[in-house]
């Protein structure tokens, strides 16, 4: 039988991460207005369109095709952690040319030579150059098989060593996660987004457990990162861009020592609430 304590633990849990989500909305909707006043008009949306298609989509396909090229070569001759430079240029040149402008906080946080499991929140397509561009690891990605097929991107990141997944096939998911485990070391890390996509409004979606499964599999500690204004440059499911600014925090890191498969729960709880967190603390002031 389940202890009476534990379900109260457990109800009390979800009613706290019921009412942050709550929280989050509500700073999100009553600010929003006033940080996406500039995306609001429909004028200065539709111009900055015409930019958008005649410059930036052509540099990005360009951008990816050449150093996509340039990172496998890297990646053939001398591994993937220097083929990975190509990643930082790659997502800071997009980044600069849209223009988006990102803040970083908590840098001193990270151990140079600890292997993390990172997670993050996930609101746009320009969480990619936030996190590449920006955090200062060497890691790989935990990526949808479908972006394998995308020219010059999905070779090199093969190349590279991040990891495709299938989602459609958990059996295999899991094959692929297991089979890169001798890659995270050394300071190596591995980069998940545990609600699985995109979220539509900013709030966080459930986390799923593979993220945390691994770091349990693997004794490395997790890395919670929050992500804030991508939603505002490039929304879910939207194909029209806009300028912006984003933040980057790098919370404490999360040591899993006491936490095992049973206690897998309060190990997402922990982490999930170190993302809510900076949410709430900085969507405010960005």
Not at 16 to 27: C, F, G, L, V
Not at 56 to 85: C, D, E, N, Q
Request: with cysteine; aromatic share 10%.
């Amino acid at each position: 039988m389940i202890p009476i304590d534990h379900i109260v633990s457990r109800v009390a849990m979800l009613s706290r991460a019921m009412r942050r989500n709550k929280n989050i909305e509500k700073s999100h909707n009553a600010k929003s207005s006033k940080k996406r006043l500039l995306r609001n008009n429909a004028v200065l949306l539709n111009v900055y369109q015409i930019y958008a298609w005649i410059v930036f989509v052509p540099f990005l396909a360009l951008s990816t095709a050449g150093l996509g090229i340039v990172a496998t070569v890297l990646a053939i001759a001398f591994g993937g952690k220097v083929a990975s430079v190509m990643g930082v240029i790659w997502s800071r040149m997009n980044s600069y040319l849209t223009p988006m402008v990102v803040k970083v906080i908590g840098k001193e946080k990270i151990d140079k030579k600890q292997s993390y499991v990172i997670i993050a929140n996930h609101q746009s397509h320009y969480d990619i150059f936030v996190i590449y561009g920006w955090l200062p690891i060497d890691f790989r990605w935990v990526m949808k098989i479908q972006l394998l097929k995308v020219p010059f991107l999905g070779y090199s990141c093969y190349k590279i060593g991040h990891i495709f997944i299938d989602r459609s096939n958990p059996q295999k998911a899991k094959e692929s996660i297991n089979a890169a485990k001798d890659r995270i070391k050394g300071g190596t890390s591995i980069m998940f987004f545990p609600e699985g996509t995109r979220s539509d409004d900013g709030s966080l979606r459930e986390f799923k457990k593979g993220a945390f499964k691994f770091a349990l599999d693997m004794n490395l500690p997790i890395l919670p990162i929050t992500i804030i204004g991508t939603r505002n440059i490039l929304p879910a499911r939207s194909m029209k861009l806009f300028p912006g600014k984003a933040m980057l925090v790098i919370h404490d890191p999360i040591e899993i020592a006491g936490y095992t498969e049973d206690r897998m729960d309060d190990l997402i709880a922990v982490a999930r609430q170190r993302i809510e967190e900076g949410l709430l603390k900085y969507s405010s002031t960005h």
